[in-house]
């Protein structure tokens, strides 16, 4: 159990390659934290730097605070979940689970008692003599936690290990890891591409992109308050409407003007205090499903042409159209990317046609046309409003 | 005619013969046996499938039995009667006069020297090469000079050696390799270091070796949850162990030999003609020929063994050496038995060598040197037939043994 600090690490290859640049990140004693982010983003790099498999190029890396840059990953005393467990496949389970402490020259009767008692946290018992080729996919990710947690490492580096698994069981080892982890509480690096893991998960998440770290926070921080565009396409599903406006401060109160029309703020409207810097610019505006409604209720309504409806109880997902520029900028784009190619073809298409897509997430039984105009209304103190140049939030 | 006349008719006539016998047969089956119409014609589709592999299996096995099965048998009976007497069957008196030369004795002998040494080095050497040129940038270019014996004769390797081997008298510039080197010895502290030090040494790890592999066979006999495998199995393993202590006494006895032997400084010696130690100096030839076999086999074994398990290994923390052991080699376990008796199989047939460098003599023969001896020299018949026999109950565990490791490979 440590205190891993990452300070400045960075990680460039010899053909000049910047995999990972100044990433600064702690993770305190006994916390799960998930770094999250599209392929190519860097967190496995990050990972594999901390597990040692990785030389660091720049920065350093601090476990308890000494510096661990030089010291091997033999040394470095962590434990490792691969994505597909990479057990050995001519060792039985228990051999498996054993290898950590043999390699390290344990007695052998302690090593009987750990792999036994791994095991049966694991129930694995009745499968020890089994080798992994007999064994099934959640079996073996078993014995892969099973070969990280039967000694006390100083540190979890977990590399996607639930992504080879289909849903039902991903969602039954997922709530198995977390109850691991805080039983055993052993300090934790999670890396995967799935926000839904990431948010249920981690105590903390980071969230990376393109070697470069966004925003690290609790997950209902990152929710909330969503450091840059990135951040915010990125977590939650579905994802945060945007589109773009003019911001303007008018006798009324600001308003938002987009090329379908002026929606007004009403003069009471709680917008960040540095908004004012914005005046007269264009802004990018998010706002989340769950933030649009139906009806005559108070505040600014956008008018919107529902094309779909999707039905999951107990919600229903609106998806409107509505006349306002989509937002291309770089960082909505590599969200999308990491989606599917189809997906920048989609959002290029809606910009081309001066219009965005909008979801709203309303209660089942709301009573909604099959198709046609719809108003949707939201709260102005629930918009996110985005620099469109940087993609930073306006705070 | 033109002999590439010749081989292009051949070629024809051999492709030809095989598409016209495969086309043929089928339509004799599909149109004149078991014809697909008429009231019966899906029992005949059924009837003709059936039928249909053994057709296609035919030549290979006719061609197999003509040129392999019959000669087994009728070595056997050749080996059980006596030309000078007509033919007539003398039972098992071949094999009882083979048994009282000692010639056959030398050469079971140097046959199981050969059978253990050669594979065992040309395996380990390989995998060593195969595990270290992976690590360097000029890998590929050592690989292919290791490799490149694979491409020379075992004749024209052995006139090589036999260069190597060769002695001019004293005082003469040795054209030899050996004898310049070991003239270069004069009994100083190098001489100690290199002619007594490291023949000691060498000697130790492979009594080592040779007790740890005894151990991992005779520990099922000890241990009885790991024991496996029928009976066979076991009383092969009580094989191995006894030809292992064998080779212990042998080493020790060596061990003994390097401190006290007086060695004969400055004079070129004829290597080929020292008793014992010569037939080290053929099996050299052949490790040096297999080497790159085994190199390449297993080179190409180590890259298919899963990075991540050498990762999750590395992290488990085990070192270089456990990595290599407890990690790759057994991955490729399967690679490296069947690259072992693969050569194996190479070394008991192994015959141009000894036939090109000493023809059996000094102590030298081995089986198939004196099989040839017996049935083409003395053309006696019987004694030949015999020791060919031996040669193939000896080839027989081993092929026994190789069909059951791919079978376990398999499953």
């Known amino acids: 159990m440590a205190k891993i600090q990452f300070d400045g690490v960075g990680k460039r290859y010899d053909n000049g390659a910047h995999a990972v640049r100044d990433l600064n990140l702690t993770i305190e004693d006994g916390e799960f934290m998930v770094v999250v982010g599209p392929s190519g983003c860097g967190k496995s790099t990050a990972l594999r730097m901390a597990a040692g498999l990785e030389p660091i190029t720049e920065g350093r890396l601090l476990f308890d605070g000494h510096e661990v840059n030089a010291l091997s990953a033999r040394d470095r005393d962590v434990a490792m979940v691969f994505q597909n467990y990479a057990l050995y496949p001519h060792m039985t389970v228990s051999e498996n ?59 979890f580096l977990m590399d996607e290990p639930l992504s080879n698994l ?36 981690g105590d903390r998440i980071a969230i990376m992109r393109g070697g470069v770290l966004q925003q690290a926070g609790a997950p209902r921080d990152l929710y909330d308050h969503p450091a840059n565009l990135f951040v915010a396409a990125f977590i939650g599903s579905p994802a945060m409407n945007l589109f773009q406006a003019d911001l303007r401060f008018t006798d009324s109160g600001p308003v938002l003007v987009t090329s379908g029309g002026t929606l007004e703020l009403g003069p009471g409207a709680a917008l960040p205090a540095r908004a004012r810097d914005h005046d007269n610019r264009t802004v990018v505006v998010g706002l989340r499903p769950e933030h649009l409604s139906l009806g005559d209720g108070p505040g600014p309504s ?54 965005s897509r909008l979801v709203a997430r309303l209660p089942v039984d709301t009573p909604v046309p099959a198709s046609g105009p719809l108003d949707l209304r939201f709260d102005p103190a629930r918009l996110h409003l985005f620099d469109a140049r940087d993609g930073q939030v306006i705070r | 005619m033109n002999p590439a006349l010749q081989g292009l008719i051949t070629i024809i006539v051999g492709v030809g013969g095989c598409v016209g016998y495969f086309w043929l047969s089928n339509q004799v089956l599909d149109k004149v046996l078991f014809p697909a119409r008429g009231d019966d014609a899906g029992r005949n589709i059924n009837r003709a499938n059936q039928i249909r592999p053994w057709l296609f299996l035919f030549p290979a096995i006719f061609a197999l039995g003509l040129y392999l099965a019959y000669p087994v048998v009728e070595t056997l009976r050749l080996s059980l009667t006596d030309r000078d007497a007509g033919g007539a069957f003398v039972g098992l008196e071949n094999y009882r006069r083979m048994m009282a030369e000692d010639t056959f004795w030398e050469a079971m002998r140097n046959n199981m020297l050969w059978l253990i040494v050669v594979p065992a080095a040309s395996t380990a050497i390989g995998l060593l090469v195969a595990q270290l040129t992976d690590r360097i940038a000029w890998g590929a270019i050592a690989k292919s000079l290791i490799f490149m014996p694979m491409a020379i004769s075992f004749v024209g390797a052995s006139v090589i050696f036999k260069l190597i081997y060769d002695a001019r008298p004293a005082g003469q510039a040795q054209i030899g390799v050996m004898n310049a080197v070991w003239l270069q010895f004069d009994g100083g502290p190098m001489s100690f270091i290199m002619l007594r030090l490291l023949p000691a040494i060498i000697l130790i790890a492979f009594i080592a070796v040779v007790a740890y592999v005894a151990w991992i066979f005779l520990k099922p006999f000890f241990d009885t949850s790991l024991r496996k495998g029928g009976a066979v199995i076991q009383a092969m393993r009580g094989v191995f162990a006894i030809v292992a202590a064998w080779l212990i006494f042998l080493s020790l006895r060596s061990l003994w030999g390097v401190f006290t032997i007086t060695y004969a400084y400055g004079e070129p010696q004829q290597w080929l003609t020292i008793p014992f130690w010569n037939n080290f100096f053929l099996m050299v030839v052949l490790i040096w020929i297999q080497t790159g076999f085994a190199m390449v086999i297993l080179s190409a074994a180590l890259r298919g063994i899963p990075e991540e398990t050498i990762e999750a290994a590395i992290i488990d923390g085990a070192n270089p050496f456990q990595i290599f052991f407890k990690i790759k080699v057994p991955q490729i376990m399967g690679t490296i038995v069947v690259v072992w008796t693969t050569i194996t199989l190479v070394v008991l047939k192994v015959f141009d060598i000894v036939f090109a460098m000493t023809n059996g003599q000094w102590d030298t023969q081995v089986l198939a040197n004196y099989m040839y001896d017996k049935l083409f020299r003395s053309l006696d018949w019987g004694v030949g037939s015999a020791s060919a026999m031996i040669i193939m109950l000896l080839v027989s565990p081993i092929l026994i043994w190789n069909v059951w490791s791919a079978r376990k490979e398999m499953k």
């Open chain 1, 302 to 355: 956008l008018a919107a042409t529902l094309t779909l409806t999707e039905e999951l109880p107990p919600e229903k997902l609106l998806h409107t159209l509505i006349t306002a520029e989509t937002p291309m900028t770089d960082q909505v784009v590599a969200v999308a990317a990491d989606v599917d190619a189809s997906a920048v073809g989609d959002l290029a298409q809606d910009a081309r046609a001066h219009r």
């Open chain 1, 97 to 155: 689970i054993a290898f950590p402490l043999a390699s390290r020259g344990m007695a052998k009767d302690e090593i009987a008692q750990r792999v036994a008692r791994a095991a049966e946290t694991l129930g694995l018992t009745e499968y020890l003599s089994r080798r992994p080729k007999a064994l099934s996919g959640g079996q073996r990710q078993r014995v892969a936690m099973g070969r990280a947690i039967v000694r006390d490492p100083r540190l």
């Open chain 1, 166 to 201: 289909d849903a039902k069981l991903r969602n039954q080892m997922r709530a198995e890891i977390i109850g691991l982890q805080k039983t055993q509480g052993v300090t934790t690096l999670y890396v995967t591409h799935d926000q839904t893991e990431a948010m249920t998960m």
